[in-house]
T-cell receptor, first 113, second 110 residues
């Protein structure tokens, strides 16, 4: 079964609203989680590294005020897309590493209309 | 920063033909991982290679990790229509996130 659970699987929202995506590690504690974004027919691009109890580290070109990351516990990281616009429509996927390897969530397909 | 390059971007084969995708990193990797993604789905972990020169097999799939731990390949023998999808390599250095290659999209005609 899944060891990293991501919710929701898909969401449609109106332009200007905010959307929160949750990523949970189910069988292990994750001090670090990673958020990726994948546009159609493109690869997964790392957006940010989420650190439990501290600020996230964002990759170049990713707006930290737009993509709010909170990692308040060892099993939960959240990504909030604020004031979403149609160009934010994408597949967002989180990952976390246990001692053996990296596990990915199922992904969230966000459509902003 | 670390970059992972993957070729080819697209490959079309006839069913039964072989297929290979290649991955190169700009830096030495701790390990390299391979994923398969079907349209509309999320990446599914296939394998992780850790040792220099390592070769692993999964049925018709053969994975190799270069001696310098900077390149890798995935070879599929006698492709089947179920092999269609995009194959990604992802390089890992200790303390960093996985960095993905651009992927190779495989299509198979019967």
């Amino acid at each position: 079964g899944a060891v990293v659970s991501q919710h929701p699987s898909w969401v449609i929202c109106k332009s200007g609203t905010s959307v929160k995506i949750e990523c949970r590690s189910l069988d292990f504690q994750a001090t670090t989680m990673f958020w990726y974004r994948q546009f159609p027919k493109q690869s997964l691009m790392l957006m940010a590294t989420s650190n439990e109890g501290s600020k996230a580290t964002y990759e170049q070109g990713v707006e930290k005020d737009k993509f709010l990351i909170n990692h308040a516990s060892l099993t939960l990281s959240t990504l909030t897309v604020t004031s979403a616009h149609p160009e934010d429509s994408s597949f967002y996927i989180c990952s976390a590493r246990d001692p053996s390897r990296v596990h990915f969530g199922q992904g969230t397909r966000l459509t902003v209309v | 920063g670390q970059q992972v390059m993957q070729i080819p971007q697209y490959q079309h084969v006839q069913e039964g033909e072989d297929f290979t995708t290649y991955c190169n990193s700009s830096t030495t990797l701790s390990n390299i991982q391979w994923y398969k993604q079907r349209p509309g789905g999320h990446p599914v972990f296939l394998i992780q290679l850790v040792k220099s020169g390592e070769v692993k097999k999964q049925k018709r799939l053969t994975f190799q990790f270069g001696e310098a731990k900077k390149n890798s390949s995935l070879h599929i023998t006698a492709t089947q229509t179920t092999d269609v999808g995009t194959y990604f390599c992802a390089g890992y250095q200790a303390g960093t996130a996985l960095i993905f290659g651009k992927g190779t999209t495989l299509s198979v005609s019967s």
